[in-house]
Nanobody
Framework: QVQLVESGGGLVQAGGSLRLSCADS????????MGWFRQAPGKEREIVAA????????YIRDTVKGRFTISRDNAKNTEYLQMNSLKPEDTAVYYC?????????????????WGQGTQVTVSS
């Protein structure tokens, strides 16, 4: 049973940093492709970053490239999204998701498992 639990969201000033964590006690992280998504009010859910099952191939959205980093700790069964130089437009609910498919997965509909989301608010 895959159970994803995000943590690490909060309120931060522009230019600050947050690290989101996604823990799952029901799976081996290396068996799943992993993604971080976000959804702002009135907008569609969008991919922010993704990591394939090997943990080697990554995708980072252009608007956060150079500021956000996705990583994984196999020993802790946890994935991370490190967010630096945050901007007000990064404000959204952030979700982690897992897909038991090969390769890099960037489409919302290809992810079978989702966390409950964590709010990130960046003040100007």
């Amino acid at each position: 049973q895959v159970q994803l639990v995000e943590s690490g969201g909060g309120l931060v000033q522009a230019g600050g940093s947050l690290r989101l964590s996604c823990a799952d006690s029901g799976r081996t992280v290396s068996s799943y492709a992993m993604g971080w998504f976000r959804q702002a009010p009135g907008k569609e859910r969008e991919i922010v970053a993704a990591l394939d099952r090997t943990g080697i191939i990554t995708y980072i959205r252009d608007t956060v490239k150079g500021r956000f980093t996705i990583s994984r700790d196999n020993a802790k069964n946890t994935e991370y999204l490190q967010m630096n130089s945050l901007k007000p437009e990064d404000t959204a609910v952030y979700y982690c998701a897992a897909a038991q498919v090969p390769g890099l997965v960037t489409n919302v509909e290809d992810y079978a498992y989702w966390g409950q989301g964590t709010q990130v608010t960046v003040s100007s």
